[in-house]
């Protein structure tokens, strides 16, 4: 009787530990995997930095802000009249997940926007990405689709008017 009770004690346990571990590696994962929608773009408590500066105009407006994965902030911006952009930030080496927006770019340029250099990779009056690294992080700007100039016109916005930081509330 004794050993049915300690076999039924030991398999409870054993049971016990497992819902514990699947548990553990759930919230885990979904702490890397998740996507958490911000009011503001301090991402200090998940991924430990915040925006410094974002772009102003007249004509773009931050629409929403999510933070992927526990380590990519997406910024979703609305340029007049009906233009739709998003910018990506992670550190320096952090996988932007640029294979979101699948696109086949006919055209490969990098330009420097005072001293930082930008990747472009475009079509002619379409789709566009733009990569570059400044002060430890790395951005990418998406153009799902986009009119004549207006990569060109959003550039120097983004790449001199966007900076992270690190976050003293991680």
Known sequence: MEVRILAALALGGVLLASVLITVIAALLYSRRTGTYEYARPDFGRRAGFRARSLPE???VRLERIFLLGGAVAQLEYNVEPQW???LRVGRAGADLREGDFEQIFREQVTLYHRDTRVNISQNEGGAAMLR????GFDYLLVLPD???GL???MMPLFVQGTEMVESKTA
Do not use: P, Q
Not at 132 to 135: E, G, I, L, S
């Open 146 to 148: 986009s009119e004549m």
């Open 132 to 135: 570059w690294t400044k002060n």
């Open 151 to 153: 990569r060109g016109g």
């Open 84 to 86: 739709k952009l998003i």
């Open 57 to 59: 105009s007249d004509i």
